[in-house]
């Protein structure tokens, strides 16, 4: 079965400092992976995937994440963190099974940005 | 794109009513999904539909969940009976593109409190 585990549920950075989320995946065929950001009170809106197109992906608001099929891990990093990064971080995986594509979400990362 | 709208955004209920929610996918988008949320945990996927045809049900909907997509646009899904174990934030999502790698658009989602 397909799953993402992201390490720490809550992560604090200094405004300016590096951004850098962590998440690992399992999967027995090559995965695709998402990174999705949700802030407070609203939906949750798509900030970069991985399609096995190419390992270093870039995303919106800065982000980019590296696939690294041996260490089965998709981070998400950031060089510079401000304050309008501060929300909930979702790492998923689409899993193909009965009539659609699923995704599979880890259980999320609080990012704060302290000033 | 005025993007994905979801009615109400909130809901309080008394255990053992029965509460009904609506989502109003993206225009030209002809899938559209339900996830659940729950206090530190991420969404997880409870249906799908294309068009009208609802094609996969989660284990996680009991018979106490009903959802409809009629002519193939807004969704409902509906709890009978609720239970205090039902309070969650329920998101609808919605795509046009079939394939592993396809975006979801979020709504803002409706978060259910049962008392």
């Known amino acids: 079965a397909q799953s993402v585990t992201q390490l720490g549920s809550h992560v604090s950075v200094s405004e300016g400092a590096l951004v850098l989320l962590r998440c690992n995946y399992s999967?027995?065929?090559?995965?695709?992976l998402f990174w999705y950001v949700q802030y407070p009170n609203q939906g949750l809106q798509l900030l970069l995937k991985?399609?096995?197109?190419?390992?270093l992906v870039k995303g919106i608001n800065g982000f980019e994440a590296e696939f690294k099929k041996s260490e089965t891990s998709f981070h998400l990093t950031k060089p510079s963190a401000h304050m309008s990064d501060a929300a909930e971080y979702f790492c998923?995986?689409?899993?193909?099974?009965?009539?659609?594509?699923?995704?599979?979400f880890g259980t999320g990362t609080l990012l704060a940005v302290q000033p | 794109d005025t993007g994905v709208s979801q009615n109400p955004r909130h809901k309080i209920t008394k255990r053992g009513q029965n509460v009904t929610f609506r989502c109003d996918p993206i225009s030209e988008h002809n899938r559209l999904y339900w996830y659940r949320q729950t206090l530190g945990q991420g969404p997880e996927f409870l249906t799908y539909?294309?068009?009208?045809?609802?094609?996969?049900k989660s284990r996680l909907l009991s018979d106490r969940f009903s959802a409809e997509r009629p002519k193939g646009s807004f969704s409902t899904l509906e709890i009978q009976r609720t239970e205090q174990g039902d309070s969650a934030m329920y998101l609808c999502a919605s795509s046009s593109k079939q394939g592993g790698a396809e975006k979801l658009f979020f709504g803002s989602g409706t978060q259910l409190s049962v008392l």
């Open positions: 999967s027995s065929v090559p995965p695709y």
């Open positions: 998923a995986v689409s899993v193909y099974g009965g009539a659609t594509n699923k995704l599979i």
């Open positions: 539909f294309q068009n009208e045809a609802q094609l996969e």
């Open positions: 991985y399609t096995s197109a190419a390992t």
